[in-house]
């Protein structure tokens, strides 16, 4: 029978992939601007490249089954991405559209045929030597044309150290798990450098602009100018390298990634150098005033144009641009003839050097200052620019869905999203029964307008895995996950086997940490906040809202399976998170004991009680100590790793406790924003600080004086702006047995909580 075309194409990418697998190099010459090629021989091409990419992946997430799997490529589906996944002449044969399907549908069988699990936080590879039958073919096909990942955030509370060898990792698991449009903002300096250099301004002239890399989301939103620099030129250069790594290994596997557009922002030099262009002020939180350029300025589209223009120089492109004008900034005027010719400009910008531009926004602006965004606000800003050429990112979909707010946005494509995590806090915490259904009943809406896709917009990663799984099991289907046995099979893929103790924490967690609530986010510990007697202070809510006492069931339960899981490095991750997450909630019962010791002025008691909770925190860094992922030295060497002089590794490393801590300045309002319960942390900031509190207040209660509160909270400011300016070294290896540190927790800790609990 004479092969259909699409038979010849899979047969001829298969060929392909068996010289890759057998060790041959196989060259797929360059397509140069002269070349004319048939459509068939560019989908040959390209799937080529999609090969060599995707079975580079398998060889690194399965390296020594990779031979086990075959990949072949198949046309969409209507239009829509498709993986199959079935056996053949004792193969597992992944098919695909491109390089993510494939992956997904490695994925899928990693998952539902070998009980495997790939995450942040523990990695189980449960495969045999002779990999399990796929009895019959599986086919899956997405219903979501695009499915997003990222937040201007996480590439600061997650990413901002991040070399290559994390990112190869993380994009793996982009691909995996569907991720075809990731927002892609590294090395964005560099645009800006050669830029703003081609309009006269200098490196020096510069210095004031460009931020630390701490710093770089809020510089690129416009929010802040300079903070934490100034910017070394080795940082720009190693990561524009960096971008291009990255940007070419998501467009191996067939991703769509986002780049920035010009927002308005310009340097402060910039009015010295054009006096004539039209500049407004703004500022954010505690941080001086940025200069915009105004969108009426004919500069604007001008520069805008040099963007685009640079970008694609040095970059490729997609298509797709990012820009945000008024991220968490009040807009000068409300006037919608106004706000429609700023979204005009900024479209027109983009569109002048692309004509395929598309601009991806954040919706976040409409949440964030609803009281400004009304309808005719929102529809001056959206209305400017073409349907097709705009998609909007709905970006905390399982909390603030604004697109039932806005008609679906008045027509626009837009995009569902959980936002889940804020500022990276440390606390079990997601809304599992809406992110499991709430994606199937937005798609299946009668007024959900143009929506076109999924996505995860958290402001930080690397934790609570179980909620981004679950999410980005929405990704190849159309209808509602039944959590009950999701969440079983979950516990086997993530454990290696069965437990009905391990099944029964999990139960009490559903509907405990990962309920819904009507807060904006996990609690935090109070110890991580600064020292006071309220339950709540800048920054650190603690409020629960579920018993904290069943939370200890499923300590109780989770302990209980130590013996037959304690091999599993989730089993290992999850049961130091559990024990933290009570340590943390009890640390609260604690200090509203002392606070009612001062204040029945018992001087014995008080300082048993603080004392108490030293010794409270001191355990909590020796639990932490155990798991890589809590620790506070990884994230200040991994910053110090990037510096090329001792100078620039003192400032990288100063950028990474600033954030964590006070933010920016000793007065900034966001300290404590990104506050994290990190062995190193613990012991090296958050306790002295306690210690130092707990010293004073003794103090004055010897002396029969009143404690002032203010007069300690300032003189504290200035100990942490030390801390932060400080170089002692914290370990970045882990130190301590997972199990056994967190069963001597369970033994000391669990009654006495209990009681605790009870006595309240």
Known sequence: MKPTRKHSLQRTVGALLLFMLLGTSCAVPKKTATTAESPAATAVARSAANAEAVYGLIKRVVPTHARHFTVEFIPKEAGKDVYEVESRDGKIVLRGNNGISVASALNHYLKYYTNSSITWNGFNLNLSDTLPVVAQKVRHVSPYKYRYYLNYCTYNYTMSWWDWDRWQWEIDWMAMNGINMPLSITGQNAIHRRVYNSMGLTDKDLESFFSGPAYFSWFWMGNLDGWGGPLPVSWMESHEALQKQILERQRGLGMTPILPAFTGHVPPAFKEKFPQANLKKTNWVSFPDVHLLDPDDPMFVEIGKKFIEETIATYGTDHLYTSDTFNENRPPSDDSVFLNNVS???????????????????????????????????????????????????????????????????GKPWIWNMLHNFGGNVNMYGLMDRVATWPSEALHHPEKGKMIGIGLTPEAIEQNPVVYELMMENAWRETPIELESWLEGYTKRRYGRENASASKAWEIL??????????????????????TFNKNTGG?????????????????????????????????????DLTRQVMANYATVKQQQFAQDFKNKDLAAFKLHSAEFISLIDDMDKLLATQKDFLLGRWLNAAKAWGTTDEEKKLYEKNARNLLTLWGNKDNKLSEYANRQWSGLLNGYYKPRWQQYFDYVVSQMEKGQEVDQKGFTEKIKNWEWQWVNSHESYRDKTEGDAVVVASGMYRKYNQRIKNGYRAQ
Do not use: C
Request: glycine share 4%.
């Open 344 to 410: 005009q400009k900024v479209y027109q910008s983009m569109a002048a050097a692309d004509p395929e531009a598309v601009w991806v926004m954040q919706g976040w602006l409409f949440h964030f200052s609803r009281d400004f965004w009304k309808p005719r606000q929102i529809q001056a800003m959206l209305h400017a620019v073409p349907d097709d050429k705009m998609i909007i990112l709905d970006l905390w979909s399982e909390k603030n869905p604004m697109w039932l707010k806005t008609n679906a946005y008045y």
């Open 510 to 531: 559903r509907r405990t940490v990962y309920a819904d609530t009507l807060t904006s986010g996990g609690p935090e510990s109070i110890i991580v906040g600064r020292p």
């Open 540 to 576: 650190v809510t603690t409020t629960l809202t579920y018993e904290p006492l069943e939370l200890v069931k499923a300590w109780d339960h989770l302990i209980a399976a130590s013996e037959e899981l304690q091999n599993s490095e989730g089993y290992r991750f999850d049961l130091v």
